[in-house]
């Protein structure tokens, strides 16, 4: 696994999996660690869809973190692209970090992630996450039974929120790397395509605004980034649903839900492509889509890309 501008440089390098269940806090923590926002966030599940790669460089050493969708039941052919991508990540890599939800208890998911991270010959780091949301005693025992799901290289507690001991999980796995080169330039803070990027911050604002029975069902394509005149740019997106009711929520009365989302996300966008921004977006409902292959592997979840 090798990215443009490979450097000869030898340091410490290599990749990291964070894999979890649903809502463990990976993506919250993928952010902190990177320093900039690199990965969508939401208190949905399955809010992560791509294998996302978030560079860390240091002076000494760079690693590549891969944020992973949550592994989980899947219930359509969504879910079970969405496990492949996880699981696939674990094969690859230098580091399995098994990431925790310290504030709920260990249950039935996390024993079924452990397993795939047992399976994996990577090094292995517990991290338990969101501490900032519990007492000192209650980690103590969230620790104690999270340590009996492995067998760890390093245990380390932090919380990607607040910031607490985030650099205590990359000296953790900047211990278990080998030496080899820089994956990537120095500046890089992640190797996803800007249309990627773009798109996701459109679906993130559908996650925060829209009501339960949407997010699930929505994808978001980038089709078009193309500039307009100089220092405005034009991103045409498409946000498709399964159903003509979704839509309806979507655009709202009179437009003003899908005003609100382009209206939300554009300030997110405009700091990614740094000039301002021209947002056309509106709806579309391809019945089923998550339950479709070729839909799937075009809006670019799981291994889609």
């Known amino acids: 696994m090798t990215g443009p ?3 000869h440089e030898v340091v410490r390098s290599g990749f990291a999996a964070l894999v979890g269940r649903p809502n463990a806090g990976k993506s919250t923590l993928l952010n902190a660690l990177v320093g900039e926002k690199v990965a969508i966030v939401s208190s949905t599940p399955q809010t992560t869809r791509h294998r996302l790669r978030g560079i860390v460089d240091e002076d000494d050493a760079q690693i590549v973190f891969v944020d992973t ?5 899947p219930h359509d052919a969504l879910g079970e692209e969405l496990n492949r991508s996880a699981v696939l990540a674990l094969s690859d890599v230098d580091v399995a ?8 208890p260990v249950g039935p998911g996390d024993r079924w992630v452990a397993h795939r991270v047992k399976e994996s010959g990577a090094a292995k780091v517990l991290v338990l996450t969101k501490v900032d949301l519990v007492k000192p005693n209650e980690l103590e025992r969230q620790m104690a039974v999270a340590r009996d799901l492995a067998e760890f290289d390093d245990v380390v507690a932090c919380s990607g929120r607040t910031g607490f001991n985030v650099e205590g999980v990359k000296n953790a796995v900047v211990r278990l790397l080998p030496e080899g080169p820089r994956y990537f330039p120095r500046e890089m803070r992640t190797d996803q395509p800007i249309e990627v990027l773009v798109a996701e911050m459109i679906r993130e604002r559908v996650l925060h605004l829209t009501r339960e029975e949407v997010p699930h069902a929505v994808g978001v394509v980038v089709e078009d980034i ?7 740019v034009r991103v045409t997106a498409r946000i498709y649903v399964e159903r003509e009711s979704q839509r309806g929520i979507i655009v709202g ?6 005003k609100r989302i382009g209206t939300e996300a554009r300030p997110a966008i405009e700091r990614v492509l740094g000039e301002h921004v021209f947002l056309d977006v509106r709806v579309k409902v391809k019945r089923d889509w998550r339950r479709d292959a070729s839909s799937i592997r075009r809006f670019g979840y799981g291994e889609g890309l």
């Open 69 to 73: 969708p949550g592994l989980h039941r």
């Open 226 to 232: 193309s500039r307009e005149r100089e220092g405005l």
């Open 97 to 104: 970090c098994l990431v925790i939800d310290a504030s709920a």
């Open 253 to 258: 009365k009179d437009g003003e839900m899908i």
């Open 5 to 7: 501008g490979a450097a």
